[in-house]
């Protein structure tokens, strides 16, 4: 099956750190540009980040640049979202999500279920 | 900041019309912007409607279509059902590889 699997979900600490996976099957992970996606409770959905296939090019969203890296193992199929001085307002589902193609125009065709990040003391 | 403007709710009674639109705080939408439309239920991740402005995606009913209207992105359900009833987002390039979803609108249908 095509699908994506996010993993590592956790209660974590502010100012603390958390390393987000994804695995993907059933289609040839390396050809596709990568996304995080979060969405906070009972909030809208918010970019976070997205890599290149090759991992040549990675882009933030202002709010996380600096503190989160997203990063790739194409040889494992697996994209990952290393969430650093972790803050109350980065609580959310962080969901996984492939982009359709390499240039624009371009939009998500696949999506991961979601994994929970929650930061409180 | 460029802000991603979508209506925050709307209502449609069953089988009725309904124009949900995506604008940008500055400026106009084209199809440069990369238009695509997500729905979303509750508990659910988002699900892929419209790409590249107007395209539906696989297995996405012929009521759903995609446009530019004015100077927005615009998702039209036409003959609306009630499992139209979800949030729906926009998302739109802004160039320089950053994208931005809206605020989402909540449709209701009743």
């Known amino acids: 099956d095509v699908q994506l699997v996010e993993s590592g979900g956790a209660l974590v600490q502010p100012g603390g750190s958390l390393k987000l996976s994804c695995a993907a099957s059933g289609f040839t992970f390396s050809s596709h540009w990568m996304s995080w996606v979060r969405q906070a409770p009972g909030k809208g959905l918010e970019w976070v980040a997205n890599i290149k296939y090759n991992a040549a090019g990675k882009y933030y969203v202002d709010s996380v640049r600096g503190r989160f890296t997203i990063s790739r193992d194409n040889a494992k199929n697996s994209l990952f979202l290393q969430m650093t001085s972790l803050t109350v307002e980065d609580t959310a589902i962080y969901y996984c999500?492939?982009?359709?193609?390499?240039?624009?125009?371009?939009?998500?065709?696949?999506w991961g279920q979601g994994t929970l990040v929650t930061v409180s003391s | 900041q460029t802000v991603v403007t979508q209506e925050p709710s709307f209502s449609v009674s069953p089988g009725g019309t309904v124009t949900l639109t995506c604008g940008l705080s500055?400026?106009?939408?084209?199809?440069?912007?990369?238009p695509s439309w997500y729905q979303q239920t509750p508990g659910q991740p988002p699900r892929t409607l419209i790409f590249n402005t107007y395209s539906r995606s696989s297995g996405v009913p012929d009521r759903f279509s995609g446009s530019i209207l004015g100077n927005k992105a615009a998702l039209t359900i036409t003959g609306a059902q009630a499992d139209d009833d979800s949030d729906y987002y926009c998302?739109?390039?802004?160039?320089?590889?950053?994208?931005?979803f809206g605020g989402g609108t909540k449709l209701t249908v009743l």
């Open positions: 500055s400026g106009s939408v084209s199809t440069s912007n990369s």
């Open positions: 998302l739109l390039c802004l160039g320089s590889g950053i994208w931005v």
């Open positions: 999500a492939r982009w359709a193609t390499s240039t624009l125009p371009n939009w998500y065709d696949l």
